[in-house]
């Protein structure tokens, strides 16, 4: 029988996910709060359901009769993931409990400091007053439980921070905002993914960041990593291991971004879910294995094969063609520059379509893969 499964949204990541699952012959049903984005066409079928209404999607999903209820690359669909899939008996990877600690960067920092994993100085804030216990500057304010880079500064002084405090707290559903000791270093991804209680699958990346407003918008990620040593991997695999290990991780993907500190790596954060970068092609071009397919297949299907990754000499590198939002997206002016060839482009507007307004000073517009010798 023909396995169906509902998607909660449908921009470029949700879309990739579709035509994975498309491509083995399931039905493909997705949902969001507005007829926007190519997974409204890619899925066999859209509905106008907000990703965030939880009744709602329980509702469409049972309506269905899906066999699965997911999404890729979005922190604030994963609590209604988990939701649905409690509430209707589907396949999950992530329990409630487990997602909401992973979505709430003040639960996940209280969860690090508690084993040990990671310790950084932080204070939770919902008002000025809040910042007294605070003094290690510089430091980074942000949302508690947003999405992507809105409402994030660095500052350097408790004036700079009472003035982010507003606008991190503006960017929370929860009205609540989080200041962090400022990490110096450069940037790395984890990929894991955990069957029956052990790490299956780790895989570190380079993250290179814009140097721009946004702070910590990817602008490139490289693979396999050129920065890291045999020593600091197996301290990055130790942290990963201990931590699926205290929170009593069983089964599914963790994507986890860290800091490389004169100290030793520190986890920034971890989210629930797959990367939103469409770094599962980025690893598929570098090493053969493909990381959505296999999601998929373990969760309906329970079907994990141990992957067998290409290795050879060569570097792939992922890299965001980016642009400021409101004007017009022409291709001739995002053309790939590169001193090796180039494995996979995709240009993700139409010529002449109005870039969105992500929030963000510069928004995705497209991305291309170069492998270097």
């Known amino acids: 029988m023909t396995k169906k499964i509902l998607i909660l949204g449908t921009l470029h990541g949700q879309a990739e996910a579709m035509d994975v699952c498309k491509s083995i012959g399931w039905t493909v049903y997705s949902c969001g709060f507005k007829r926007e984005g190519p997974g409204v066409d890619v899925a066999d079928k859209f509905f106008l359901v907000d990703i965030l209404d939880v009744d709602g999607v329980t509702a469409l999903a049972e309506d269905l009769a899906v066999d699965c209820v997911y999404c890729v690359g979005s922190d604030i669909a994963m609590p209604t ?65 947003s999405q992507g880079q809105r409402g994030i500064a660095k500052v350097y002084c408790r004036t700079e921070a009472e003035a982010a405090l507003p606008i991190a707290v503006k960017a929370s559903p929860t009205g609540t905002a989080i200041i962090e ?46 920065w890291l040593d045999d020593y600091t991997v197996l301290v990055i695999r130790k ?79 992922l890299n965001f063609f980016l642009a400021e939002p409101n004007g017009l997206f022409y291709s001739a002016n995002f053309s790939p520059l590169t001193a090796g060839s180039v494995s996979y482009l995709e240009y993700q507007l139409a010529e002449g379509e109005v870039i969105r307004d992500g929030g963000s000073p510069v928004t995705r517009v497209g991305y291309f893969i170069e492998e270097l010798s």
């Open 181 to 226: 000791e400022w990490l110096e270093g450069r940037e790395v991804s984890v990929h894991v993914f955990v069957v029956e209680g052990r790490v299956r699958f780790f895989l570190p990346s380079d993250r290179f960041t814009w140097q721009g407003e946004a702070i910590g918008l990817p602008r490139a990620h490289g693979l396999p990593s050129r």
């Open 81 to 145: 993931v988990a939701a649905v899939s409690e509430k209707l008996n589907l396949p999950l990877f992530h329990s409630c409990e487990i997602t909401d600690i992973l979505h709430r960067k003040v639960r996940l920092r209280a969860f690090l400091a508690a084993r040990g994993l990671s310790r950084v100085k932080y204070s939770t804030l919902q008002s000025v007053s809040d910042l007294e216990q605070f003094s290690d500057f510089p430091a980074i304010v942000k949302p508690a439980d």
């Open 239 to 317: 942290l990963v291991d201990d931590f699926v290990e205290g929170l009593k991780i069983i089964n599914g993907p963790l994507y986890f971004q860290l800091i490389l500190t004169a100290s030793g790596p520190k986890i920034v954060e971890v989210a629930p879910r797959l990367d939103g970068c469409h770094l599962w092609r980025l690893i598929y071009e570098r090493t053969g294995f493909n990381l959505l397919l296999a999601t998929f297949r373990y969760l309906v299907d329970g079907i994990w094969e141990e992957p067998r990754l290409r290795e050879d000499s060569t570097t792939h590198v």
